[in-house]
Nanobody, 114 residues
Framework: VQLQASGGGLVQPGGSLRLSCAASGSISSINFMGWFRQAPGERRQLVAGITTGGTVNYADSVKGRFTISRDNAKNTVYLQMNSLKPEDTAVYYC?????????WGQGTQVTVSS
């Protein structure tokens, strides 16, 4: 199983970005899909997650600004990020839990700066 993330970049405060992460390989059913982020000098933290049934959870710092969604037919998870703040700057990693295994994407840089 491989994860390919895309959509990061440089954006001004208040702007928006949409991250995508597609899973490929021998996939049957992905239980959990999520996004984590890691800023320099900090530990990796959960940003948002979504289960197969559509139950979502968000870090308090992104509630009301970020929206996670998934397309089960495409094995793809998305993260719509609005009203971005400088403190959202980090490397964002997608993550899936599939057949009792955890997989990570390669990370995509999001920089929020004027």
């Amino acid at each position: 199983v491989q994860l390919q993330a895309s959509g990061g970049g440089l954006v001004q405060p208040g702007g928006s970005l949409r991250l995508s992460c597609a899973a490929s390989g021998s996939i049957s059913s992905i239980n959990f899909m999520g996004w984590f982020r890691q800023a320099p000098g900090e530990r990796r933290q959960l940003v948002a997650g979504i289960t197969t049934g559509g139950t979502v959870n968000y870090a308090d710092s992104v509630k009301g600004r970020f929206t996670i969604s998934r397309d089960n037919a495409k094995n793809t998870v998305y993260l719509q990020m609005n009203s971005l703040k400088p403190e959202d700057t980090a490397v964002y990693y997608c993550n899936i839990f599939h057949l009792s295994q955890i997989y990570w994407g390669q990370g995509t840089q999001v920089t929020v700066s004027s």
